[in-house]
Nanobody, 116 residues
Framework: QVQLVESGGGLVQAGGSLRLSCAAS????????MGWYRQAPGKQRELVAD???????NYADSVKGRFTISRDNAKNTVYLQMNSLQPEDTAVYYC??????????WGQGTQVTVSS
C-alpha cells in the first residue's frame, strides 16, 4: 500500500519560513521523481518543485531562490524548505511521486497559510 504522508504545514507571517516533509512508503523511492505541488482556493494545482533520483531539481519561477527541495533516500523522505514566504504562497501543498513507468501517487496535502 502506497502512502505519502506530509507534515510541517501551518500558519506563518510573511517573511517567515516553514519546512515540509513527506515520508513515503510502498514505492521504490530511490528511483522515483519526488515533487511538491500546491493548490490555492479557486486555482489549479501547480508544480512547486521536483527532484529526480540523481538529485537534479526543478522549480517554479515563483519560488526560485526562496524554496529548496531535497531528498533523503535512506529515509524515503522528501523535504521542501520554504523561506521568505509571502501571502501568495498560501495553499494546500501536496507531495507527489512518479515512478519510471509514469504512475503517480499523491499525499493528502498539508495547509500552508501565510499572513500579511
Amino acid at each position: 500500500q502506497v502512502q505519502l504522508v506530509e507534515s510541517g504545514g501551518g500558519l506563518v507571517q510573511a517573511g517567515g519560513s516553514l519546512r515540509l516533509s513527506c515520508a513515503a512508503s510502498g514505492i521504490i523511492f530511490s528511483i522515483s521523481i519526488m515533487g511538491w505541488y500546491r493548490q490555492a482556493p479557486g486555482k489549479q494545482r501547480e508544480l512547486v518543485a521536483d527532484i529526480r533520483s540523481g538529485g537534479k531539481t526543478n522549480y517554479a519561477d515563483s519560488v526560485k531562490g526562496r524554496f529548496t527541495i531535497s531528498r533523503d533516500n535512506a529515509k524515503n523522505t522528501v523535504y521542501l524548505q520554504m523561506n521568505s514566504l509571502q501571502p501568495e504562497d498560501t495553499a494546500v501543498y501536496y507531495c507527489n511521486s512518479k515512478d519510471p513507468w509514469g504512475v503517480n501517487y499523491w499525499g493528502q496535502g498539508t495547509q500552508v497559510t501565510v499572513s500579511s
